[in-house]
């Protein structure tokens, strides 16, 4: 028997693979490392994040469904929305500040690998 032969059970089941199946589109992980600075609107999301109103949208819908992030509104005129990380999003932080270590490590400016 192959030493390899039990790596699909192995892996079925892993933490790392099923997080990253949950949160690691491009979008959704940036929507959480953007609302690291706090509540923020719609607009300062977008303006911050890059990603046009559409995707961003349905990536804050797809996060509060899956209870990372949080929807806020203030009553008012006009009215304010306020988006921001539920403590289950606030919990992978310390991982997006253990990449960005790794990143200014190994990426270099133009995107490559580094030295």
Not at 1 to 7: A, R, T, V, W, Y
Not at 45 to 70: C, F, H, I, M, P
Not at 75 to 84: E, F, L, Q, R
Request: proline content about 3%.
């Amino acid at each position: 028997m192959s030493p390899h032969q039990n790596l699909e059970t192995k892996y079925e089941q892993c933490p790392v693979i099923k997080t990253l199946e949950e949160i690691g589109s491009r979008w959704r992980m940036t929507v959480i490392h953007v609302l690291r600075e706090g509540d923020l609107r719609f607009n300062e999301l977008k303006r911050a994040s890059g990603a046009n109103s559409q995707t961003l949208s349905r990536v804050l819908d797809d996060l509060q469904e899956l209870g990372y992030v949080e929807r806020e509104v203030e009553d008012g005129s006009p009215i304010a929305v306020y988006y921001s990380l539920t403590q289950k999003g606030e919990e992978l932080l310390p991982a997006f500040d253990d990449i960005s270590e790794w990143g200014e490590k190994w990426m270099s400016e133009d995107g490559g690998a580094g030295s």
